[in-house]
């Protein structure tokens, strides 16, 4: 692989950790008018409107097999639990600490990974996640005092995101990454739409649809619009770089998480929420650092597989 490729697949990885935490900004930003469940739709409509000409223009094939669209259409369930999650912590949380509770995720992954297919997990990854895990505390600990239980759905986001992600493994062989995610929006939207619709007039106040007013709507279409947009990058960081380079790079996401917070919404996070980013990050990079390792192993043994990929969160 040439260096320009990879250098081309690191920036590309890079503009997903500045774009992403846009989504979180334009959800945010809605939440404030707008029904959680409403931005939940918004966010499978609006990426599926902006997937569509992608998909168009690279020509790929649109037809799947009635196993796999039962599996998207799961991998949607899994995606819309986990953005209804976010979305309804970061309505009243600061979206950093909310986003470093989620970061948990690929510790669940991992351990899954464990449970479900027989992955290798040595002790150390899984003292690693049991630290990681320390780390979430630590930002919950103080949340969970000021915001209550909403606290705890990031967590909601990290768990429904792993299964997520392990529906998008059975997947990855059989679908282009850019076909999958233009499936799992049209998906999604079909499930979330009749769902919110059912709910207008319920008087429930995260699911009752409203008419957005002003910049709402602009809002909205950023939800999807970013989405969209930074899931782009991803894809195509992984074609130009290997996961392995990229891994460490995801972490970033937090640092432009907190400046975004910090212009847009005046949040930063205090003493303990820094110490726990900090044990979450560092905990995720050793377990980054030795599934390198393992794979230098497995290399000398048998042909090269490629490395766990970054997880980009929704």
Not at 58 to 78: E, K, M, Q, T
Not at 93 to 103: E, K, S, T, V
Not at 298 to 303: A, E, L, S, Y
Request: proline share 7%; with cysteine.
């Amino acid at each position: 692989m040439s260096q320009d490729r990879v250098l081309n697949g690191v920036a590309l990885m890079l503009a997903f950790c500045v774009l992403a935490p846009l989504l979180d900004v334009s959800a945010k930003l809605a939440a404030a008018t707008v029904p959680v469940g409403q931005i939940t739709v918004a966010r499978f409509v609006g990426q599926g409107l902006v997937m569509l000409p992608v998909v168009l223009a690279l020509r790929l094939v649109w037809r799947i097999s009635p196993a796999d669209a039962g599996l998207v259409g799961l991998r949607a369930v899994f995606l819309m639990l986990s953005t209804y999650s976010f979305v309804a912590a970061i309505q009243v949380m600061p979206i950093a600490d909310a986003l470093a509770i989620a970061f948990v995720e690929p510790f669940i992954l991992l351990i899954l990974g464990r449970f479900l297919f027989g992955d290798e997990v040595g002790p150390r990854r899984i003292i690693a996640s049991c630290v990681g895990f320390g780390g979430a505390l630590l930002v919950i600990q103080p949340s969970l005092a000021v915001f209550g239980p909403v606290a705890l759905f990031p967590l909601g986001t990290a768990f429904s995101f792993a299964f997520y992600m392990l529906s998008t493994r059975q997947l990855a062989a059989r679908l282009h990454p850019v076909t999958m995610q233009m499936h799992t929006s049209l998906a999604g939207a079909l499930i979330c739409v009749p769902l919110i619709w059912a709910f207008d007039g319920s008087g429930i106040a995260s699911l009752d649809p409203v008419w957005p007013q002003g910049l709402a709507w602009l809002w909205l279409a950023g939800v999807g619009f970013w989405a969209a947009v930074s899931h782009i990058c991803m894809t195509y960081a992984l074609k130009y770089a290997p996961s392995a380079t990229l891994a460490p790079l995801h972490y970033l996401e937090i640092v432009a998480a907190v400046a975004l917070g910090f212009l847009v919404f005046g949040d930063f996070p205090n003493l303990m929420t820094w110490a726990g980013i900090a044990i979450i990050c560092a905990s995720g990079l050793y377990i980054v650092s030795r599934e390198r390792r393992s794979d230098r192993r497995r290399r000398t043994v048998m042909p090269a597989t490629p490395a766990p990929a970054p997880q980009a969160r929704p």
